[in-house]
């Protein structure tokens, strides 16, 4: 498939809609799950296993909705598009620790998650919300 420099309104509120109610229905599972335990410890315990792995994967999801986006439009300065490209080839191809690209320029201290090469990808959703909040702002930015 060719590169896509454009992308419709719709499309991104559709996606942006789309990863929105994912994370809800996460939140919800979790806040059911809350109300009918009587052990908490045990619960927070396996939502903490398990949390992050979930969101480690709805940031591969988030990016697959734009994979096809032109690289020249995205630029290589360390945006969010960039980091989102990056925490994306570190979960697949690194075993989940950040990964180094001589082509991006990412500064830890000016990302949107503060990930050092080397440290473990373990989004929370607190995470997840932000990430995708800047990656969207990004997308409308240079795409729409």
Known sequence: MLSIDN????YVAKCRSRVAEQVSAYQALLAAARKRTSDGSQLDSAIAAFEPH???????????L???RARGLERKDGNP?????????????HDGAMCADD????DPAKS???????DRINL???DFILLSSC???EIEEKYL
Request: proline share 2%; charged share 15%; with cysteine.
């Open 66 to 68: 734009f994979v096809h």
């Open 112 to 118: 949107v998650l503060k990930y050092r090469v080397g």
């Open 7 to 10: 992308y419709t309104p719709e």
């Open 135 to 137: 990656f969207f702002a």
């Open 103 to 106: 082509t991006i320029k990412i």
């Open 124 to 126: 929370n959703v607190a």
């Open 54 to 64: 979930f969101l480690n994967n709805m940031v591969l999801a988030l990016d697959n």
């Open 81 to 93: 598009l960039n980091e989102v490209r990056l925490l994306c080839e570190s979960i697949m191809n």
